[in-house]
């Protein structure tokens, strides 16, 4: 399915915040980002760079920043993705399309593409040394080719792999999310990939 058609089955599809969304989409327009589909859900990017996104919930929608924190936020909406986790995203929650302010969703967005082309960004933190879990250490051992894989890789992204199985309690999830990752470490594929 082109990218064009997913965008208009993510906005067309029956959904509680149909309406939200497709209101978020008029405003996102307006904005000058060239509208694209990452992840599953639309993405607003400046020169390939992201900026926003417009996704849907269960129980809310709203409007993703990508590198929110730099946003001056005077109406004091925004809140962090995950926190702990991401530095620089931001997201405005709606729980009806009666929460959307137009003229502020539209003045955010448009200070986020101002932000972009600014080249304001979250960078990602240098990782100097990376402890690799010993589930995966056997793995890389037995498998000269995967282990040179994983020495290809940059030290920030040998760490993503190693934290996705450590952070797992159980050693069930752990071998379940080594076998996972396996694949992606044979074809040079970064856990985070379709993030960036």
Known sequence: MEKSAKL???YEKGHPFRDGIAQLRKLALQSGAQEDFKWQFPVYTIKGK???G???FKNHFGVWFFNGVFLKDPKNVLENAQEGKTKGMRHWKFYSVEDIDEKGVLTYMLEAVVNQEKGLEV???KTKKV???ALLQVELDKNSSLK????SFTPYKQKEFC?????AKQEKTQLRRLEKILPMIEK?????????
Do not use: H, Q, T
Request: hydrophobic share 35%; glycine share 10%.
């Open 8 to 10: 208009n089955a993510y």
């Open 50 to 52: 992201n900026v926003f």
């Open 54 to 56: 417009i996704c849907k």
């Open 123 to 125: 960078k990602a933190e």
């Open 131 to 133: 402890y690799i879990p």
């Open 148 to 151: 040179n894989s994983f020495a």
């Open 163 to 167: 934290e996705y199985i450590a952070e």
């Open 188 to 196: 040079g594929v970064g856990l985070n990939d379709g993030y960036r």
